[in-house]
Nanobody
């Protein structure tokens, strides 16, 4: 069974830091783009950051300079280092991955279960 498992969410004070991790497991041949999205209460899900297999990155304007996305291809894992957190960063953060699977050969876009990040004094 192919799945994404996230970890690292929690409660942090404004100005603090958190690191999210997302590991893909299963019969995976390769992973194209991996990314992080978030959804705050009453709002639509939005892209936070994404990274290609060649480590090209893209960030939402609201997190540029504060968040850093990275990946470890050997571990099929993507990370999101979040610094200088603000209350408006409070949301459920979801991992997303564009997977290439074998047997049969196919693409699969998968979402993680979500991890809650709360930024509050």
């Amino acid at each position: 069974q192919v799945q994404l498992v996230e970890s690292g969410g929690g409660l942090v004070q404004p100005g603090g830091s958190l690191r999210l991790s997302c590991a893909a497991s299963g019969c995976i041949f390769s992973i194209n783009v991996m990314g992080w999205y978030r959804q705050a209460p009453g709002k639509q899900r939005e892209l936070v950051a994404k990274i290609t297999s060649g480590s090209s990155t893209n960030y939402a304007d609201s997190v540029k300079g504060r968040f850093t996305i990275s990946r470890d291809n050997a571990k099929n894992t993507v990370y999101l280092q979040m610094n200088s957190l603000k209350p408006e960063d409070t949301a459920v953060y979801y991992c997303n991955a564009d997977l290439v699977l074998l047997h049969p050969y196919r693409n699969l876009v998968l979402w993680g279960q979500g991890t809650l990040v709360t930024v509050s004094p």
